[in-house]
């Protein structure tokens, strides 16, 4: 095929660099390179003598390895074997393969099978009990739970589903009767006596309180044709129907949905109700109109509520048990905003809701939140005993991707929340009802905005850095600045203190908590008790190195230096913004950990003390090709201030030479200098390691964006100054520079084309090019506008385009096509949700027009990602189509090596 060979002939151009010694990469590499990941499938034995771990891609298979931490012992499989367990007792482990479910003895070749197996769940009852629960293909309705001490077992026939509570003792069954009635069964797995509850269907997970001695259910009994809601107290004889749709509360008017919640010492339910359909002569409404209206008036833009004009809206409520009567939450004309989940403790509910409604009782969008009223909200507490309401704070607003501003402290007795105006932590406490604000003693600022780091839209000004934690006393709160962590009273009564001694601050360090529990690290309660010394994170902010230091609760004093490398621990990378904590055995103090660099490929650790590490894998697929090396430049912006990047070089650089080099950009990278980076296709941005591999050298400034300034300003300003810093250098070859930069990088190609014409070659990636259309454009897939990414969002333009037009001119490349000399290849996908594809057509057909020379291509694959990769494209009159991403690496290679 041709694509081939124009992939023999880039080889061939490569090999003006290429080591003698070791091979080049190319695309044969791709969906090979093996890797392993801490968050994917890797576990540890409670006793940590023994732990499992998935190595994807070698040579394309996908590989389990069980073994001992120590080494010594190790099975293999040719799978994935996503379901695995350990036993509680440290002794056996459990998996599936093929159609069979094997329990092997650690540390022994022994292996028996439950062959024909359909399922498995491995249930934890005790501290060394389990239960192993599967079914049989040949029998799929039967379930069977096997006492791995003894093997014993027993079996429940006809289940259609299974629940069980949080401590896993209880299990409550979906089933059928002798007579083919179905049937709802609770039983201990302790004695394994089913008993029969409730007849009828059960819908939906029952929800059980806190302690495991009661739930909640829905669903439609026997010989009735409504949903209900009901309520089962373990020890009684049947379940307890509690309210349907026709209690005197609801008026008829709204069905009974599914319960959220038990409160109240199991006296209240929370659940759902929703609105029924409007029905006028016993025929449904029809919500479809032939002419869509916009109105000023409307909280929403007619587009966005068309997508939800058919449907029916859900509302919250609370059934009291003791009075049999119902709290409304939310009603019409009301909204409850549930954006960090349901936040309840036993008598109180927090609810965070939307201050003002249109009159067709529409909220705006979130995104709106720096200008419409719409949009702005208030927190409230809600007993659920009286239904009293009492506004903690008001005049909030929501912004884009805020999280955890108000929140409950886990034992429910304090509402903790972020009050972006006075800029301080403020806690109520439910008993009293008193405020106290948290924080006006401490000398910091709690903001995510750093000029210099991240985080520097102009809406991050409002957001907190965070909440690292609560104390297992439900007494006090951990809080982050950008560098230290703090620990503060909820009741206000106790100083203050700086856990890290203000070390992060004085040495550019970045302190976080290392170990976390939970999904959301910001409700995580430490299980370290005040006074205990607690693990965190340390990355120099300079210097780029990672490690760990020791901090202890209760106390102000420098943290306890463990360990600092130039390397990155897993879930522990600055630009990420998912966090992976080490794996530590239950009952031993061993941890597994992540650890890679630029030269070494990710693998697995073991350690006791964050000091010394035992290399657990050895994956260095690197080694055997020309590779890269990486190096922190820093130098100054045409502006006078310092900025930092990354150049990476290949493995047999000699300085004697000269390389061409590439400029690839979209925000900030420099915190990532230690990080491996896999060979993969990726679309329209460069595959660093192909390149470098190949003879390039890639340099990856960061870019920052004065406030207000929009984004063209910061992108000029970093990328064209260490362009022009970097051709100074006797081995960069001044000629040959090309750029290169996707989404918002795409822009920023566009953007530097008609601003200079320092670069031999460009490729924009999904880039836009008219910020006027895109600022107001309707967008299909939310009906919703961009106006607030640029206002205040990453646009950066800090104003609509009637306060600074001058930016949103200089933000549209379009308007200057004319000055453009540069060679342009664009990729745009004509499905993307996100930018829409005649933003790179309209500027392609400028500079056609303009006689200029551009390539562009369209993508027509599925959409399955924000921006596709593209599959068949479209170099100016040539085609090139492959039918994997290959294709693009093969294009962009192709183009860059023609300037």
């Known amino acids: 095929m041709k694509w081939k060979m124009i992939l023999l002939a880039i080889l061939c151009y490569g090999n003006r660099s290429a080591s003698a010694q070791k091979p080049l990469i190319d695309n044969s590499v791709y ?5 392993v990941e801490l968050n994917y499938g890797t576990v540890i034995s409670n006793d940590g003598r023994f732990m499992s771990y998935i190595v994807e891609g070698d040579e394309g298979i996908s ?42 003895i650690l540390g022994s070749s022994y292996v028996s099978y439950i062959p024909g197996a359909n399922l498995f769940r491995l249930i934890k009852e005790g501290i060394d009990d389990d239960w192993l629960i599967y079914s049989l293909k040949t029998e799929p309705d039967k379930l069977i739970f096997r006492d791995l001490r003894n093997n014993e077992e027993q079996t429940c026939s006809s289940v259609q589903d299974f629940w069980y509570s949080e401590s896993q003792k209880d299990f409550v069954v979906q089933t059928k009767d002798k007579q083919g009635k179905e049937v709802v069964q609770i039983f201990s797995i302790a004695d394994f006596r089913p008993q029969s509850i409730w007849y009828g269907k059960l819908f939906g997970a029952p929800v059980w309180d806190k302690v495991g001695s009661s739930f909640a259910f829905a669903g439609v009994a026997q ?37 959220e919640a038990l409160c109240n010492n199991n006296n209240s339910v929370l659940f759902t109700v929703r609105e029924k359909a409007f029905v006028s002569g016993g025929i449904e409404k029809d919500k479809s109109v032939a002419i869509d209206i916009y109105n000023y008036k409307d909280a929403k833009l007619q587009s966005e509520q068309l997508r939800t004009a058919k449907q029916l809206t859900n509302y919250h409520v609370i059934y009291n048990k003791n009075s049999k009567r119902i709290v409304w939450i939310e009603k019409k004309r009301e909204r409850v905003l549930w954006q960090n989940g349901i936040q309840i403790n036993d008598n109180h509910v927090l609810i965070d809701k939307i201050d003002h409604l249109d009159s067709n009782g529409e909220a705006a969008d979130y995104r709106e939140w720096s200008w419409n009223p719409h949009a702005k909200h208030s927190f409230e507490i809600l007993d659920v005993n009286n239904g009293k309401i009492s506004r903690l704070c008001s005049r909030l607003q929501h912004i884009q991707g805020l999280v955890n501003v108000c929140q409950f402290s886990p034992d429910g007795k304090y509402v903790l929340w972020y009050d972006y105006f006075l800029k301080n932590y403020f806690s109520y406490d439910v008993a009293t009802g008193r405020i106290c604000n948290l924080t006006k003693k401490i000398a910091t600022n709690w903001s995510l905005y750093d000029p210099q780091g991240d985080c520097d839209e102009p809406e991050d000004r409002f957001h907190p850095v965070g909440i690292a934690g609560f104390l297992p006393d439900e007494k006090s709160v951990l809080l982050y600045d950008l560098h230290d962590i703090y620990q503060v009273d909820l009741s206000g009564l106790k100083t203050p203190i700086c856990l890290t001694n203000y070390e992060g601050r004085r040495k550019n360090l970045r302190f976080r908590l ?3 529990t939970g999904d959301i690290p910001e409700r995580s309660i430490l299980k370290e008790k005040n006074h205990d010394p607690v693990l965190v994170n340390a990355f120099d902010l300079k210097a780029k190195k990672d490690g760990f230091y020791q901090i202890q609760l209760g106390y102000q004093k420098l943290p306890n230096y463990l360990s600092m490398q130039s390397k990155l621990f897993d879930g522990l990378r600055e630009y990420e913004s998912v966090l992976h904590t080490p794996i530590k055995a239950r009952d031993a103090n ?24 035992l290399q657990i894998t050895d994956l260095n697929p690197q080694k055997k090709y020309n590779w890269l090396t990486s190096e922190l430049i820093t130098w100054k912006t045409f502006n006078n201030s310092t900025s930092q990047g990354i150049l990476y070089k290949p493995e047999n650089f000699d300085p004697k030479k000269k390389y061409p080099i590439i400029f690839f950009y979209y925000e900030k990278f420099s915190n990532t200098l230690h990080r491996f980076l896999e060979p993969e296709a990726n679309g329209a941005t460069i595959d660093i390691p192909t390149f470098v591999s190949n003879g390039y050298l890639v340099f990856v400034p960061d870019i920052h964006y004065p406030l207000n300034t929009g984004q063209g300003y910061g992108c000029y300003n970093s ?40 670069f031999a070659a460009a490729i924009s990636g999904a880039g836009y090019s008219d910020a006027i259309n895109l600022y107001s454009r309707i967008w299909e897939y939310n009906g919703s506008t961009r106006q607030s990414a640029y206002e205040v969002g990453h646009q950066r333009m800090g104003g609509t385009p009637w306060q600074r037009p001058d930016l949103y001119k200089d933000g549209s490349p379009i308007l200057k096509a004319n000055k453009v ?40 694959g599925q959409a399955f990602d924000q921006h596709v990769w593209p599959h068949n494209l479209v170099d100016g009159s040539k085609a090139v189509v492959a039918g994997n991403d290959y294709s693009c690496v093969i294009l962009l290679f192709t183009f860059l090596n023609s300037f």
């Open 31 to 35: 969906g090979k390179w093996p890797r």
């Open 63 to 104: 590989n389990r390895i069980v073994r001992s931490v120590q080494q010594g012992w190790q099975v293999k499989w040719s799978s994935k074997l996503i379901e695995f367990e350990f036993s509680q007792n440290s002794q056996k482990y459990i998996f599936s393969r093929g159609d069979s479910v094997g329990i092997g």
């Open 223 to 259: 010989g009735d044709s409504i949903n209900a809601i009901y309520y089962y107290q373990k020890g009684a004889n049947i379940a307890e129907k509690l309210v349907d749709k026709n209690n005197n509360d609801l008026g008829g008017n709204y069905d009974v949905m599914r319960p």
């Open 514 to 516: 290392a170990m976390y």
């Open 590 to 613: 061993i941890y597994i950990v992540q650890c890679e660099s630029e030269t070494q490929s990710p693998n697995l650790f073991s350690t006791y003390d964050f000091k010394s590490f």
């Open 719 to 758: 990328v064209v100054s260490a362009a022009k810093y970097l051709s100074k250098m006797p081995w960069v070859d001044a000629k040959h520079m090309a750029i290169n930069g996707h989404s918002r990088g795409g822009f920023q190609t566009n953007y530097l084309v008609t601003h200079t014409n320092l």
């Open 821 to 860: 000399t540069t060679p342009v290849l664009m990729m745009n996908n004509i499905r993307d949700p996100d930018i829409p594809f005649e933003q790179g057509a309209e500027f392609f057909t400028a500079l056609r027009r303009l006689g200029k020379k551009a390539g562009s291509n369209k993508t027509c």
